[in-house]
């Protein structure tokens, strides 16, 4: 698959230039641990359907596996191990105490009854229970799951803990255990990295223009984030089209539009695009949001911005990102820019160890904290060795795991 080649390219590349030995490299090349599971389903008909459930723990040198479950029918072990080690160098871009894990179960959520999906969630987790724990391996929502599916599993969990555990898991209910500001995280970790960055580049706020592909969590949290820094959001788009206004758009006004008509396109008085106009339009700042392989050879040839934040996981295919990077333009990685969604898993677990409860300006100070110091922490590094910023994030990945699975050792 793509994205683990091209992430086990960088590995290599990495460790290369670290001078890490080999064999290190080798070990980081393969999971600790896969775990293939059936999940068999009462359905609402009766009959009993049986699911492929996986989990993957890809290394937890720096502290328990972590990483979300997904459910989808083309959800297979290949991407799941993809998706672990992606998960164990984002937390230790962070520096967040986690390793990297993912999971999922091959399913069309879709086509099952709520009920249907909570029998499968139940089963999964019981499942799951030898293997999982506050400080084994936490997972946490992803692709079609959300904060109820956790409260199933911390049930289940806790049942057979014998004691009620939310830590078992992160993106939880408020009302058990979830954490404020999670919604807002991801969008705001990465509008820190946009502030420092312009910094860096002397672009000031107001005179920096703002495009956000995708107008969902992440985006929209992003646009209005930036938007309330003074940065100037002069395009935002969503499946169903794109508005483009030099002028400039408050994004709540925005998403009101989103929420009366279904879509972004046609906000009053504003120019409507096509995906492929959107793309084109001059900007400074580009910011995909929405899915994995939004760029790629195909249109990277018409983007006129100046920098790219990855706000999607994936959204810049290998090809894409090199041919932007050798244009001229600054990318800004995923496993950087979208970090704020694991960072603030580690607050909301934080504060379930510690039995507290912390305001929603606590969890975004330290939030911040946490962006900005790995935002200089790469920064710096891509300066002095004259590196792009993906190269330097996993060379600072790296060698935080292969330290730390060194003195393990030792
Ligand atoms: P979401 O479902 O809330 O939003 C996705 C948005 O993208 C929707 O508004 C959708 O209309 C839009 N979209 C889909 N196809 C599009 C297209 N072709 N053009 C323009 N817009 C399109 O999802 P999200 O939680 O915001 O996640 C977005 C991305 O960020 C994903 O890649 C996800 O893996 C990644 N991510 C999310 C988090 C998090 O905390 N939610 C954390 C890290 C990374």
Same mark, same amino acid.
Request: net charge neutral.
């Given at each position: 698959?793509?994205?683990?080649?091209?992430?086990?390219?960088?590995?290599?590349?990495?460790?290369?230039?670290?001078?890490?030995?080999?064999?290190?490299?080798?070990?980081?090349?393969?999971?600790?641990?896969?775990?293939?599971?059936?999940?068999?389903?009462?359905?609402?008909?009766?009959?009993?359907?049986?699911?492929?459930?996986?989990?993957?723990?890809?290394?937890?040198?720096?502290?328990?596996?972590?990483?979300?479950?997904?459910?989808?029918?083309?959800?297979?072990?290949?991407?799941?191990?993809?998706?672990?080690?992606?998960?164990?160098?984002?937390?230790?871009?962070?520096?967040?105490?986690?390793?990297?894990?993912?999971?999922?179960?091959? &399913?069309?959520?879709?086509?099952?009854?709520?009920?249907?999906?909570?029998?499968?969630?139940?089963?999964?987790?019981?499942?799951?229970?030898?293997?999982?724990?506050?400080?084994?391996?936490?997972?946490?929502?992803?692709?079609?799951?959300?904060?109820?599916?956790?409260?199933?599993?911390?049930?289940?969990?806790?049942?057979?803990?014998?004691?009620?555990?939310?830590?078992?898991?992160?993106?939880?209910?408020?009302?058990?255990?979830?954490?404020?500001?999670?919604?807002?995280?991801?969008?705001?970790?990465?509008?820190?990295?946009?502030?420092?960055?312009?910094?860096?580049?002397?672009?000031?706020?107001?005179?920096?223009?703002?495009?956000?592909?995708?107008?969902?969590?992440?985006?929209?949290?992003?646009?209005?984030?930036?938007?309330?820094?003074?940065?100037?959001?002069?395009?935002?788009?969503?499946?169903?089209?794109? &508005?483009?206004?030099?002028?400039?758009?408050?994004?709540?006004?925005?998403?009101?539009?989103?929420?009366?008509?279904?879509?972004?396109?046609?906000?009053?008085?504003?120019?409507?695009?096509?995906?492929?106009?959107?793309?084109?339009?001059?900007?400074?700042?580009?910011?995909?949001?929405?899915?994995?392989?939004?760029?790629?050879?195909?249109?990277?040839?018409?983007?006129?911005?100046?920098?790219?934040?990855?706000?999607?996981?994936?959204?810049?295919?290998?090809?894409?990102?090199?041919?932007?990077?050798?244009?001229?333009?600054? &990318?800004?990685?995923?496993?950087?820019?979208?970090?704020?969604?694991?960072?603030?898993?580690?607050?909301?677990?934080?504060?379930?160890?510690?039995?507290?409860?912390?305001?929603?300006?606590?969890?975004?100070?330290?939030?911040?904290?946490?962006?900005?110091?790995?935002?200089?922490?790469?920064?710096?590094?891509?300066?002095?060795?004259?590196?792009?910023?993906?190269?330097?994030?996993?060379?600072?990945?790296?060698?935080?795991? &292969?330290?730390?699975?060194?003195?393990?050792?030792?």
């Amino acid at each position: 698959m793509e994205i683990f080649d091209s992430a086990l390219s960088f590995l290599e590349a990495a460790g290369e230039r670290l001078g890490t030995d080999k064999k290190e490299i080798g070990k980081l090349k393969k999971p600790d641990r896969v775990i293939e599971l059936q999940i068999p389903v009462k359905m609402n008909d009766g009959s009993t359907k049986v699911f492929n459930g996986y989990r993957v723990q890809y290394n937890n040198a720096r502290g328990p596996y972590k990483g979300g479950l997904r459910y989808h029918p083309r959800v297979n072990m290949d991407e799941v191990k993809a998706l672990a080690f992606w998960m164990a160098i984002k937390c230790a871009v962070v520096d967040v105490p986690f390793g990297g894990g993912k999971g999922g179960v091959e &399913v069309d959520p879709k086509k099952l009854t709520e009920r249907e999906l909570e029998n499968l969630t139940r089963e999964f987790a019981r499942k799951l229970a030898p293997y999982i724990g506050p400080q084994t391996d936490v997972p946490a929502p992803d692709v079609n799951t959300n904060a109820k599916v956790m409260s199933w599993i911390v049930d289940e969990y806790s049942k057979i803990a014998g004691e009620f555990t939310p830590a078992v898991v992160t993106g939880k209910p408020l009302t058990l255990g979830g954490s404020k500001g999670r919604e807002i995280a991801t969008g705001w970790g990465g509008v820190v990295i946009l502030r420092e960055y312009a910094k860096k580049l002397a672009m000031k706020p107001a005179e920096t223009s703002v495009a956000v592909q995708g107008l969902g969590n992440v985006g929209y949290w992003f646009a209005k984030s930036a938007y309330d820094l003074g940065f100037k959001v002069i395009g935002l788009s969503d499946s169903r089209g794109a &508005v483009w206004s030099e002028g400039g758009f408050d994004p709540e006004e925005v998403l009101f539009h989103k929420k009366q008509t279904g879509s972004v396109a046609d906000f009053p008085g504003r120019e409507t695009l096509s995906e492929a106009q959107f793309f084109a339009r001059k900007v400074d700042v580009l910011v995909p949001a929405a899915l994995e392989n939004a760029i790629t050879e195909e249109n990277a040839g018409r983007v006129r911005a100046k920098v790219i934040i990855e706000m999607a996981n994936g959204p810049l295919t290998a090809n894409a990102s090199r041919f932007l990077i050798e244009k001229g333009i600054r &990318v800004v990685p995923d496993i950087l820019a979208n970090a704020g969604g694991v960072a603030a898993s580690y607050l909301e677990w934080r504060q379930n160890l510690d039995k507290q409860s912390w305001a929603e300006k606590q969890v975004l100070d330290r939030l911040e904290e946490i962006m900005t110091r790995a935002f200089d922490a790469v920064w710096e590094l891509s300066q002095k060795e004259k590196i792009d910023m993906k190269l330097a994030a996993y060379m600072i990945a790296v060698d935080r795991i &292969v330290r730390a699975m060194k003195q393990k050792e030792s």
